[in-house]
C-alpha cells in the first residue's frame, strides 16, 4: 500500500491544521493506521493512531485534546485535525499502516509497515 501525506504547513501558535493520508494500492479499512512526527534533531514519536474498524483510537498525551483522528475508509484517507497548535508541535509529520490493526491500537513505529512521504507542519510564535 502507498500512503500520501498532505495538509502541512506554516500556523501561527493557537491556529490550526488538518493532515490527511490517502492510501492507493489496497482498502485502507483493514490497516490501523497512526500519525507519527519527528523534530530536528529528535526521535520519530507516536502521535495518534486508530484500528482499521475506526472504533479505536489513541493519542500521545502532549497532544490529547488538541488533536483528533479520523479516517474516511470509503475514501481510503486518515485525517489528523490539530488545533490549538503550539510551536513544539512543529515536526514533519508521517502517516502509517499496521497491518495488524484492524482492531486495535498501536502505538510503536516497529508496529507499522507502511509508510508515507511525511509532511511538514511549521508553528511560529
Known amino acids: 500500500v502507498q500512503l500520501q501525506a498532505s495538509g502541512g504547513g506554516l500556523v501561527q501558535a493557537g491556529g490550526s491544521l488538518r493532515l490527511s493520508c490517502t492510501a492507493s494500492?489496497?482498502?485502507?479499512?483493514?490497516?490501523?493506521m497512526g500519525w507519527f512526527r519527528q523534530a530536528p534533531g529528535k526521535e520519530r514519536e507516536f502521535v495518534a493512531s486508530?484500528?482499521?474498524?475506526?472504533?479505536?483510537?489513541a493519542y500521545a498525551d502532549s497532544v490529547k485534546g488538541r488533536f483528533t483522528i479520523s479516517r474516511d475508509n470509503a475514501k481510503n484517507t486518515v485525517y489528523l485535525q490539530m488545533n490549538s497548535l503550539k510551536p513544539e508541535d512543529t515536526a514533519v509529520y508521517y502517516c502509517a499502516a499496521d497491518r495488524d490493526g484492524t482492531w486495535r491500537v498501536r502505538s510503536p513505529t516497529f508496529a507499522y509497515d507502511y509508510w508515507g512521504q511525511g509532511t511538514l507542519v511549521t508553528v511560529s510564535s
Open positions: 494500492g489496497r482498502t485502507l479499512s483493514v490497516y490501523g
Open positions: 486508530i484500528s482499521g474498524s475506526g472504533g479505536s483510537t
